[in-house]
């Protein structure tokens, strides 16, 4: 979303060369990757014995995308703002909280198997932090001084703080 709106302010701006949605896509299908290699051939005992049996009991050992806490997923996890600002910010808070969890998960998980792509994705989210923080330069470069944050600059420009403007 973010990259469509910067896109719409310089005519030429872009998040990176390849697309960061289709990588996160990408990564989405990494981790149920795993979640379907470690709950494949798991027996009763060990389901039950696990924690995984209310998941269980729900999709069987299929894959149904939800959070750590059994918050299904849905589409309130895309947020968009339609203010390149705004969906900046939340990009950026999306990769550090992504980096987050990467980092909790590696506390748990010792398995190198599971360890080694986890760390490959949460290498990827600095990444994706850095290139959300250059378009967030990028748009701040375009912005008047004197209105910094106080306006959307994909819907309210040209907005002004000269009161003789108006
Ligand atoms: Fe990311």
């Known amino acids: 979303m973010a990259q469509k709106m910067l896109s ?3 005519g030429e701006w872009n998040i990176s060369d390849a697309s960061l949605g289709t990588e996160e896509l990408a990564h989405l299908e990494m981790v ?7 709950t494949c051939n798991l027996s009763m005992e060990e389901i039950e014995k696990s924690g995984f049996a209310n998941y269980y009991v729900d999709h069987t050992t299929g894959i149904w995308p939800q959070a750590a806490g ?12 339609g203010d390149p600002l705004t969906d900046l910010f939340e990009d ?6 992504a980096r ?6 590696l506390r748990l998980v ?6 080694d792509p986890i760390r490959f994705l949460r290498a990827r989210e ?14 701040q470069d375009s ?5 910094y944050y106080a306006f959307n600059p994909s819907f309210d420009c040209p907005a002004s703080c000269n009161p003789s403007d108006t």
Do not use: M, W
Request: glycine content about 4%; proline content about 3%.
């Open 8 to 10: 719409d302010i310089s």
């Open 110 to 115: 010792k398995d190198p198997e599971v360890a």
């Open 32 to 38: 149920a990757t795993i979640v379907h290699q470690l």
């Open 126 to 139: 600095i990444v994706h932090f850095q290139r959300f923080g250059d378009a967030l330069r990028s748009v």
């Open 143 to 147: 912005l008047d001084s004197r209105n």
């Open 70 to 81: 059994g918050i299904p997923f849905n589409a309130c996890e895309f947020q968009s703002k």
């Open 92 to 97: 950026l808070a999306a990769e550090q909280k």
């Open 100 to 105: 987050s969890t990467y980092d909790n998960i």
